[in-house]
């Protein structure tokens, strides 16, 4: 069974920083693209960052170009967010997902930028 | 950026009914591959996005076969051809073609 699990969420102030991981099982984690997508309160859904097999690609949305970096860890079968310089405007239920076609979902994990 | 504008923003539908739901791209969604990677997802209240449907019309695995996908270049519809109580929820489509991949604004079904 597919299974991803994030986790590092929490509050933080504006310009604060945050690390969100996935750790994934149920699937050969290196044969797989990832994604990370947000869905802010009340609102719809946006793919934030994915990554290639072996990080030779990374993808952003303009809006995190610059302040976020996603990461992965082959041999520990995990996801990493960076998020620095965060905003009111990141605030948002952050997804982890495998493959770049979104075939599976973890939980979310809430990160909330306020002062 | 692709937009993705879905209609109608919500319907009501009675149970044993079909729907429908329109998905429209302002660009063509057809890769240099040769595929088109238009996908819905359902989000029932509380839960994570599911995928119901990939490339137009495949359905993933567990997937209901009342749920039926077409479409081409622009213009994509899903179709409930029976409605159930467990339908209820947001539906989206998105676009996996063009980076940014996008997503519609939703679409809220309820029943009657």
């Known amino acids: 069974e597919v299974q991803l699990v994030e986790s590092g969420g929490g509050l933080v102030q504006p310009g604060g920083s945050l690390r969100l991981s996935c750790a994934a099982s149920?699937?050969?984690?290196?044969?797989?693209?990832m994604s990370w997508v947000r869905q802010a309160p009340g609102k719809g859904l946006e793919c934030v960052a994915d990554i290639k097999q072996d990080e030779s690609e990374k993808n952003y949305v303009d809006s995190v170009k610059g302040r976020f970096t996603i990461s992965r860890d082959n041999a520990r079968n995990s996801l990493f967010l960076q998020m620095n310089g965060l905003r009111a405007e990141d605030t948002a239920v952050y997804y982890c997902?495998?493959?770049?076609?979104?075939?599976?979902w973890g939980q979310g994990i809430l990160v909330t930028v306020s002062s | 950026d692709v937009v993705m504008t879905q209609s109608p923003v919500s319907l009501s539908v009675t149970v044993g009914q079909p729907a429908s739901i329109s998905c429209r791209s302002s660009q063509s969604l057809v890769h240099s591959d040769g595929n088109t990677y238009l996908s819905w997802f359902q989000q029932r209240p509380g839960q994570s996005p599911r995928r119901l449907i990939c490339?137009?019309?495949d359905r993933d695995s567990g997937v209901p076969d009342r749920f039926i996908g077409s479409g081409s270049g622009t213009d994509f519809t899903l179709k409930i051809s029976r409605v159930e109580a467990e339908d209820v929820g947001l539906y989206y489509c998105m676009q996996a073609t063009h980076w940014p991949h996008t997503f519609g604004q939703g679409t809220k079904l309820e029943s009657k």
């Open positions: 149920g699937f050969t984690f290196t044969k797989h693209w």
């Open positions: 997902v495998r493959n770049r076609g979104l075939q599976y």
């Open positions: 490339k137009i019309s």
